[in-house]
């Protein structure tokens, strides 16, 4: 039986902590699917096919991984692609409490659907795309906190000379 898992997120943008989880994703499942959400209800910075344009650039190369956008239920995207588990990853104790709650809720929709939750790498414990967006906004260097061609979006969107 081929094991899919979805591993979705807003991604705005896909940082080097994202990137690890995919990767370790990837040796627990077949199939990992990345569901780009369109998202009512954050703002982004990147529109929803820059998100996905960056995570498609940045995971090319590792073999069975998939990108893909979705809108509506997380579940119903999960159905649809006929995977068995949610893959998220955490930080700190202040992930926790919004991921329980949305666990339990994808557990009561969908019954079926597992969560796997993945720790982050010590390295990228701080990583999160807003402090990535912030220190990208102001100038700070990114380097090695996000895949080169992320740090080149974000260096372009705030019109900024590469540092
Ligand atoms: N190390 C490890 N994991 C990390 C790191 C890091 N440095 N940075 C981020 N992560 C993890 C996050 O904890 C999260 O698990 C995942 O990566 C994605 O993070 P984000 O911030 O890009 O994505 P979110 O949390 O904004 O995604 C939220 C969803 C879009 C998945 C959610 O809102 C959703 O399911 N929307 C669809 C509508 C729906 O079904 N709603 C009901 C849900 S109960």
């Known amino acids: 039986m081929v094991r899919v898992a979805v591993y979705p997120g807003t991604f705005d943008p896909i940082t080097n902590g994202h990137l690890d989880v995919i990767k370790r994703a990837c040796k627990l499942f077949d199939r990992v699917i990345v569901g780009v ?81 993945l720790m982050t790498a010590t390295e990228y414990s701080f990583l999160t795309s807003s402090i990535i967006r912030q220190v990208a906004a102001l100038g700070g260097c990114i380097r090695g906190l996000v895949p080169p061609a992320v740090e080149l979006a974000l260096y372009e969107k705030f019109n900024l000379a590469e540092k």
């Not at 820059?50 to 239920?73: H, N, S, Y």
């Not at 579940?75 to 068995?84: I, L, N, P, Q, S």
């Open 37 to 117: 959400a369109r998202d009512n209800y954050k703002q982004t910075l990147f529109s929803l096919e820059e998100r996905v344009r960056l995570v498609q650039e940045v995971t090319r190369d590792i073999p069975g991984v998939e990108v893909k956008a979705f809108q509506g239920l997380l579940v119903d995207f999960v159905r649809r692609e006929g995977a068995c588990a949610v893959v998220r990853g955490l930080r700190a104790v202040s992930d926790f409490e919004y991921e329980f709650q949305m666990s339990i809720m994808n557990k009561k929709l969908a019954e079926e659907v597992e969560t796997v939750f």
